[in-house]
């Protein structure tokens, strides 16, 4: 794999390589030094790698520094570059990531996602963009509705794509190759690399560079995961005693939305700043949610698997399992909220006995036993 001692080796413009030094971005994650040179030669690439590793920066660069040098007419509805996301959440994150890196740059990128409003994503169609950040449906909606056209896409981005492999998706994305223009460039970034990835790598993808993390990069070292076996009606009070002991963000998965609110209701009496977040939860609310957690309003944010990709949320000290998850992979996911940007956290999974043969598996999955703590001695 490459290794890079800083953006420098990539020959950026200048505008970017300032601003990542203003950012404190002076050396390449190893996604970013991997697939940096490969984009910006203008090749197609699959990139897998756990979330939190760069992804985001390591296409925007190339996206940022293509249409910086192209310096084409903006034109209403017709944007040059497209990325795709499965959640709401995450294209707002991309798109502020796109924003951040460019902001030396006079380029526009804007988002298109449903749970909110659709005129102003509309007017901003109308006013012309350069980046368009989208998920699947609204972005079929706003091209049947003529506000939208692909003909001047250069390059395209599917990010988080194993979350995006429904017949829903796929029948979009059957649509969308249709009015994608070819040639192109396409960038599909992964966690994981199931079958219906490499299918959809093999249907995109032009002689693809293949830039694939080991799993094991993401968890035990720097993550210090532990299991406490508990009766069901016991969690409430575990987490109320582990967020008792930690100065710091934690974030609580639980398994089902209606759960979330059960939980949520619970712990709020025992005088603990939280917020919540799911799929039921208005666009605006969750938003709201999150930026409660970033600025120290709240301090636990209860929420689904929704969060457990691509959000990035800075210096969570704590992860909760509070159910395992359905998927052993997810619980990777989980727990990478934490121990991000090569800092150190913790991870607690409360275990009941009918998720024991999940845990076995998720074990297996991460080569890992996970140590056990016992109700006596519960610490984070």
Known sequence: MTDAASFETFHLIA???????????????PIQAAVLPVLLEGRDALAVAQTGSGKTAAYALPILQRLAQANETREPGLPHALILAPTRELVTQIASVCRQLGRQLSLRSRIACGGMAREPQIAALKEGVDILVATP?????????GHLRLDAIKILVLDEADQM????????????????????????????????????????LYKPEIVELPIETVTPKRIKQSVVFVEAVEKPGCIATLVQQVEGRIIVFVRTKAN?????????KSGIKLDTLHGDRTQGARNKALEALRRGE???LITTDIAARGLDINDVVLVINYDLPDKAENYVHRIGRTARAGKRG???????????????????????????????????
């Open 137 to 145: 449906g609204r972005l079929i909606d706003l091209l049947d509705g």
């Open 298 to 300: 709240v301090q636990v």
């Open 346 to 380: 913790a991870a607690i999974t409360l275990c009941d006995i009918d998720e024991r043969a999940i845990l076995r598996q998720i074990e297996k999955t991460i080569g890992y036993h996970i140590k056990a703590m016992t109700m006596d001695n519960l610490k984070v």
């Open 15 to 29: 505008p970017l390589l300032a601003t990542l030094a203003q950012s404190g971005h002076k050396r390449p994650s």
């Open 165 to 204: 492999l429904d017949e829903d998706f796929l029948l979009a994305m059957a649509r969308l190759d249709k009015d994608l223009p070819r040639p192109r460039q396409t960038v599909l970034c992964s966690a994981t690399m199931p079958d219906g990835v490499k299918e959809l790598s093999r249907r995109l």
């Open 260 to 268: 979330v609110e059960k939980l949520a209701k619970t712990l709020r």
